[in-house]
Nanobody, 124 residues
Framework: QVQLVESGGGSVQAGGSLRLSCAASVSTSSFGSMGWFRRAPGAEQEGVAVIRFSGQYTAYDGSVKGRFTISRDNAKNTVYLQMDSLKPEDTAEYYC?????????????????WGQGTQVTVSA
């Protein structure tokens, strides 16, 4: 059974950094792609970053490009989201997702497996 567990969320002031981790219960090599998504209060879920394992291709939403970095550690079956220069508008519940397809997509419906989420709060 596939389980994804996020960690690393918390509260930080604007301009600060956080690193989110997503630990998988299976080898991440079994997936084609993994991504990070977020949902702010009263807003729809949106894609933040995705990594396609074939070719190590990454893609980001325009609102985080240049500030966030997605990466993976095969040995630890973990995907990370390094978040720098955080802004109050980055405040949201952040979710990790995985799918067997090797895709570059920021569409939540394109991912089969989901974690429970971790809260990130950025104060001005």
């Amino acid at each position: 059974q596939v389980q994804l567990v996020e960690s690393g969320g918390g509260s930080v002031q604007a301009g600060g950094s956080l690193r989110l981790s997503c630990a998988a219960s299976v080898s991440t090599s079994s997936f084609g792609s993994m991504g990070w998504f977020r949902r702010a209060p009263g807003a729809e879920q949106e894609g933040v970053a995705v990594i396609r394992f074939s070719g190590q291709y990454t893609a980001y939403d325009g609102s985080v490009k240049g500030r966030f970095t997605i990466s993976r550690d095969n040995a630890k079956n973990t995907v990370y989201l390094q978040m720098d220069s955080l802004k109050p508008e980055d405040t949201a519940e952040y979710y990790c997702a995985a799918d067997y397809r090797a895709q570059v997509s920021l569409v939540p419906a394109d991912f089969r497996y989901w974690g429970q989420g971790t809260q990130v709060t950025v104060s001005a």
